[in-house]
Structure formats: structure tokens, C-alpha cells
């Protein structure tokens, strides 16, 4: 036995060579239209930010198909393998700098340009209490002890940009009126990262507005199928159109995700007929997204429950969902169930308030009667109207309290996510931290 602990010796040692040469951090490149950096490597974990394409940052180790990323040195990610490239091992991420910013008016949004020295992660918060968005820069560092403080723009103060971390640089942007309209980023061609924002809209008038109708479900998925076999996807796209004209009857210019029997994406998956319907609307530069449903439970209560419901998701998006609520219920003597706060795929993006209708219940005999009928259908789409037309006049008033709001806790109609998502405990590859940076 004893001759052989020579060998044994010799191989650990190259075990352990082999393994510090591959112990490297690797640089990555986000390729995906929405990279989501999440805080674990699963999809159920909380996105932390959503990043576009041309991102940087750095890969500390992979679990199976999603890369664990560092964000800045205080703050660690997880990124799907099928979002990003890696770079070549040459490519070294250096703390980037932030040199200089600019705000600017184009077609009437607030143009935010952040001069980087480099494609940085960041992400972005939307607060309404108070009205603002905290950009954060990560990997970023202020390149100066200032940078030059500018007039506000139609109402939008940015404050001097604040050094939190060595290598993380917050903005702060203070907004005219907590009823905000949307906002999206993006790196241009030059590696500068802009915010467009529409800080509140114009005017309270439906004519010109760009409003986004989403029939739900459509072509081979039926939605939820009633009692007598109505079926969702009919109901939904006759209330949807009906909105569409009245909407255009006002001069407003309607974007609908379908206006027949079909799937927007056919062959595409849930995920991807999703991602299409919420692709369709930002391309047409929507300032309104609206997804017309009707509801249905299954078992003991399928017989019982009835009414409207409304959900929204960002912080924006609130008010919406509340006068869409109202108006449903006033025109419709529906039972006032709740406006819920739900992480829906075509309620996620940022570009303008979004929300989603359940108008009444498919489950329900009599309400699945009542959503057949073209006269019910007319009232939910006129129901519909007037909640957009309420919801402008008052999202262009002058800052003030939000309204109260009919509010329940909400019920997680597709069963509860899991708060923490339970993962198989594979082994992790260490690729190594980033290196140190060297003294300027
Ligand atoms: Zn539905």
C-alpha cells in the first residue's frame, strides 16, 4: 500500500492546480430581450432586476442551467445560462464609471442619459410614496466627487447621484406626480444606458391616447370553459372589441393583442404567447394595457362565486386597477370582490400602467348565461370605458393622497407561490470571485 501514497499525493496535487486555474470568475454578456437576475436559480425566485441586451457583469459560479452573478460586491444574483454569453476568459469587468449624465424632452418623455464607461448591471425602483425612481448602477462608481446637478425637466428633479458602495452609484429622480406613466431602459449603440420616462400623462382625454387591449387566451387555449361550454376566449375577445370601438369612437388609437379567434404567438408555449402579447403592445408604444378575462374556480364553490376582480402589479398601476374595479362593478351590479396585487406575465413590464380584468365568473351558471348575452357584454365594455376615462381624469390631476381603495387581501387565484422555493440541493461550480481592481 505504502508505495502507492506517492501517487496519491502527486494526483491531489494536480487535482488541486487543475482546480485553482479554473477557479476564475467569467465574464458574461445578457443576450435575451429581458435577462432577470433573480435571488436563486430557479424561475420562482423574486427577480432582483430585469435586465435588457449588452449588459456586463461578472459569473461567480453556475448551478445546473443558471449562473450565479455578482451584481456589485455587496450583492449577489442568479441568471438563466440561456440569457447570457459568456465572454472570452481575456475579457476583465472593471469597476465601470459613471462620467457624466443628461436629461432631455423626446416626444414628450423624459430622456435620462447615463454616460458609463461601461455596460453595467442596474436596476430600477419605482416608488409613487414618494413619486420617484432610484436607478442603481452596479459595478459603478462616480467618477468625481459630483456629477453636475441639472434643472429639472417637466417636473423631473434628479438628485447628485450618491457613491453607496465602491462599486455601486445610486440616482435618485424625484417625479412630478405619483400617478405615473411608465418608463423602460436600455443600452444605446455608444454603451450609454437611458431611462425614457413619462413622468404623468398630458392630458386626461382618451383622443390620441395609445390604449392596449389583450383579448386573454385565444386559438387552441379556450380560457375557462362555463357550465353550457361558453368558452372565455368568445366572451373576452366580444368585450375587448366592443371596448376597442368605443375607445376609437373617441379618438382614441387601439392597439389589440388579437381581434379574432387565434393565438397572438400560435406554437409559441404559454410563457411565449405571453411574452408576444406583451412584446406587441410595448412595440406600439402603448400608454394603457388592459387584459380582459373572466374568472373561474373549480370544486365546492364553482356553483357560488361570482363578481369582478381586477389585479395589477406595478406601483404605477394601482389606480388603474381600482377605477377599471369601479367602473366594472357600477355598470355590470357585479359583486365588488377586490383589486389584487399579482405578479401576472403581461402585468410586469414598466412602459405604462398596466392591469387585468376578471369581468364575472364562467363557473358561475347564471353570470356564464349573462357573458353570453351581447347586451351584458356591451355593459362590461362600457364599464370598462368609463374606468379608463376616470382613471386619466384623475391620474392628470395635481399631486395629491392616493383614494382608498377597495382592497382585500388578496387570494392567489392559481394557488400561493412558494414563498421559499424549494431546490434540490446540487453542487456548485466556483468560478472564483472577481479580481481586484488596481489603483487608479
Ligand atoms: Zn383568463
Not at 440561456?82 to 424632452?105: C, F, I, N, Q
Request: proline letters at 7%.
Amino acid at each position: 500500500m505504502s508505495d502507492r501514497l506517492p501517487i496519491l499525493l502527486v494526483s491531489l496535487i494536480l487535482v488541486s492546480i487543475s482546480a485553482t486555474s479554473a477557479c476564475a470568475a467569467r465574464a458574461l454578456v445578457t443576450v435575451s430581450e429581458r435577462s432577470a437576475v433573480r435571488s436563486g436559480p430557479t424561475d420562482s425566485h423574486a427577480r432582483i432586476t430585469v435586465l435588457p441586451p449588452t449588459a456586463r457583469l461578472w459569473a461567480t459560479g453556475r448551478v445546473g442551467t443558471w449562473y450565479k452573478v455578482s451584481l456589485y460586491s455587496g450583492l449577489d444574483g442568479w441568471i438563466a445560462a440561456s440569457d447570457v454569453k459568456e465572454l472570452g476568459t481575456d475579457v476583465k469587468l472593471d469597476t465601470a464609471r459613471l462620467t457624466d449624465m443628461s436629461l432631455s424632452l423626446q416626444d414628450g418623455r423624459i430622456r435620462v442619459l447615463m454616460y458609463l464607461t461601461d455596460r453595467v448591471p442596474f436596476r430600477i425602483r419605482q416608488s409613487v410614496f414618494p413619486a420617484q425612481l432610484d436607478i442603481d448602477l452596479f459595478r459603478c462608481a462616480a467618477a468625481q466627487e459630483g456629477i453636475r446637478q441639472f434643472p429639472g425637466v417637466a417636473g423631473v428633479i434628479p438628485l447628485v447621484p450618491q457613491q453607496m458602495a465602491n462599486d455601486w452609484t445610486q440616482i435618485t429622480l424625484q417625479l412630478p406626480n405619483v400617478h405615473q406613466a411608465g418608463y423602460r431602459a436600455s443600452y444605446t449603440s455608444g454603451g450609454h444606458l437611458v431611462v425614457d420616462i413619462n413622468p404623468s400623462f398630458a392630458d386626461a382625454g382618451i383622443a390620441g391616447k395609445r390604449i392596449a387591449i389583450d383579448p386573454g387566451h385565444g386559438g387552441p387555449d379556450s380560457g375557462a370553459v362555463g357550465p353550457t361550454r361558453v368558452r372565455e376566449k368568445d366572451v373576452n375577445l366580444a368585450i375587448s372589441m366592443l371596448l376597442a370601438r368605443r375607445l376609437q369612437a373617441e379618438g382614441a388609437q387601439v392597439i389589440l393583442t388579437r381581434d379574432r379567434d387565434t393565438a397572438v404567438s400560435p406554437g409559441a408555449g404559454k410563457g411565449g404567447e405571453l411574452a408576444a402579447r406583451v412584446d406587441v403592445t410595448k412595440a406600439a408604444n402603448a400608454d394603457l394595457f388592459i387584459s380582459v378575462h373572466n374568472n373561474a374556480v373549480g370544486g365546492g364553490n364553482a356553483a357560488t362565486a361570482k363578481g369582478s376582480e381586477c389585479y395589477y402589479w406595478t406601483p404605477m398601476s394601482r389606480l388603474l386597477a381600482i377605477k377599471l374595479q369601479e367602473g366594472l362593478v357600477s355598470a355590470l351590479g357585479t359583486r365588488d370582490r377586490f383589486v389584487g396585487w399579482q405578479r401576472f406575465a403581461v402585468l410586469r413590464e414598466t412602459d405604462c400602467p398596466r392591469a387585468l380584468v376578471e369581468c364575472a365568473f364562467m363557473s358561475n351558471p347564471q353570470e356564464e348565461k349573462l357573458l353570453a348575452d351581447p347586451k351584458y357584454q356591451s355593459r362590461a365594455a362600457e364599464g370598462l370605458y368609463a374606468g379608463i376615462k376616470n382613471y386619466l381624469a384623475e391620474a392628470v390631476t395635481p399631486p395629491g393622497p392616493m383614494p382608498d381603495a377597495p382592497m382585500q387581501d388578496t387570494p392567489q387565484p392559481d394557488g400561493p407561490e412558494p414563498l421559499t422555493p424549494r431546490m434540490d440541493a446540487p453542487q456548485i461550480e466556483l468560478f472564483g470571485v472577481p479580481p481586484m481592481e488596481t489603483e487608479r
